[in-house]
T-cell receptor
Framework: GAVVSQHPSRVICKSGTSVKIECRSLDFQATTMFWYRQFPKQSLMLMAT?????????EQGVEKDKFLINHASLTLSTLTVTSAHPEDSSFYIC???????????????FGEGSWLTVV | DAKTTQPPSMDCAEGRAANLPCNHS???????VYWYRQIHSQGPQYIIH?????ETNEMASLIITEDRKSSTLILPHATLRDTAVYYCIVRVWGAGANNLFFGTGTRLTVIP
């Protein structure tokens, strides 16, 4: 299947600082990528949809000024958590869609996830 | 996207087939059934998807009932590495509908 890579896999930052997480589609171009957040023992929650060359679309309750998303190319989207606080500590996951050979229908592939700890 | 219902947890003996059910009684005609799994501390992994016909790949088989209101994911010979949370998702394929909404999934534990 298609490969989506995230970096860094783990990051620790001080409260009040900003941290950037990268999401790359390695063997396909993705005009749209998605960012999720997952707290321990909970399911994934969609945060925003990242569109190449345009502004991201945020889900209700997600602060766009705090979670900055940039999708500058067809293979790279970045999520920047600004002025991070301990409550932002979570598992952040990106995904991108690709056409696969199994019948019709595109499929979404996920990155490995990034653990953010704010201290 | 239509909602799905899955049992919260299941156990399966190593080497046996794991059959994971999913109900999607409100599925519409243009919605596909997707299965993903998430092993602890990793991103979700795509397993298989289908529209109305049964599907099989190197990982699993997907059986969709004729009325499409339910489906079953089959792992033919479960191994310890198949222990994970399995998510059944229905979604429309096409422009503007490329995201996925995850429910709580089924936590499968493969027992030695």
């Amino acid at each position: 299947g298609a490969v989506v890579s995230q970096h860094p896999s783990r990051v620790i930052c001080k409260s009040g600082t900003s941290v950037k997480i990268e999401c790359r589609s390695l063997d396909f171009q993705a005009t749209t990528m998605f960012w999720y957040r997952q707290f321990p023992k909970q399911s994934l929650m969609l945060m925003a949809t990242s569109n190449e060359g345009s502004k991201a679309t945020y889900e209700q309750g997600v602060e766009k000024d705090k979670f900055l998303i940039n999708h500058a190319s067809l293979t790279l989207s970045t999520l920047t958590v600004t002025s991070a606080h301990p409550e932002d500590s979570s598992f952040y996951i990106c995904s991108a869609s690709a056409i696969v050979s199994q019948g019709t229908g595109n499929t979404i592939y996920f990155g490995e996830g990034s653990w953010l700890t704010v201290v | 996207d239509a909602k799905t219902t899955q049992p919260p947890s299941m156990d399966c003996a190593e080497g046996r087939a794991a059959n994971l059910p999913c109900n999607h009684s409100t599925i519409s005609g243009n919605e596909y059934v997707y299965w993903y799994r998430q092993i602890h501390s990793q991103g979700p992994q795509y397993i298989i998807h289908g529209l109305k016909n049964n599907e099989t790949n190197e990982m699993a088989s997907l059986i969709i009932t004729e009325d499409r209101k339910s489906s079953t994911l089959i792992l033919p010979h479960a191994t310890l590495r198949d222990t994970a949370v399995y998510y059944c998702i229905v979604r429309v394929w096409g422009a503007g509908a490329n995201n996925l909404f995850f429910g709580t999934g089924t936590r499968l534990t493969v027992i030695p």
